[in-house]
């Protein structure tokens, strides 16, 4: 199984999470995919707060740059779990936005934030989700 790190902020991710899950209580922005690309090995999932969205959609384009990476990454609704903490996004957050390697983890907006880790935590090595636990 995926190892889990709750981080109530992004700049606390270091090498020690690569490959694992990572719920964030950090907003999406693009200094948060700065961070999260900065790690080798990379995570193999990250989530954030989609802070509103914002204009332009700022809130959440660390998921299009974390795509690019080959990083499954989603958001959480502001309105269902406090910005800056990972544990209530963890226990509280519904999936508002996905990337394709998300989506692709079968991960899917409306789904809450503990589903969509449990299916990234228990895939194999070929991205498949096990069913036979």
């Not at 193999?44 to 990083?71: M, P, S, W």
């Not at 959480?76 to 800056?84: E, K, L, N, Q, V």
């Not at 880790?117 to 194999?124: A, G, N, P, W």
């Amino acid at each position: 199984m995926r190892a889990l790190h709750l981080i109530d902020s992004i700049t606390e991710i270091t090498a020690a999470m690569g490959r694992a899950v990572i719920v964030s209580g950090s907003h999406g922005g693009r200094s948060a995919a700065l961070f999260a690309l900065a790690v080798r090995p990379a995570p193999r999932a990250i989530f954030f707060n989609d802070a509103g969205i914002g204009k332009e959609a700022a809130g959440i384009v660390a998921l299009q740059a974390l795509e690019q990476a080959g990083i499954a990454a989603a958001a959480y609704g502001h309105d269902t779990a406090r910005i800056g903490d990972a544990l209530d996004g963890f226990q509280c957050g519904v999936v508002t936005a996905l990337n394709a390697e998300a989506g692709a983890a079968g991960l899917v907006a409306g789904q809450t934030v503990a589903e969509a880790v449990s299916l990234l935590r228990t895939e194999t090595a070929d991205g498949k989700a096990c069913t036979s636990r």
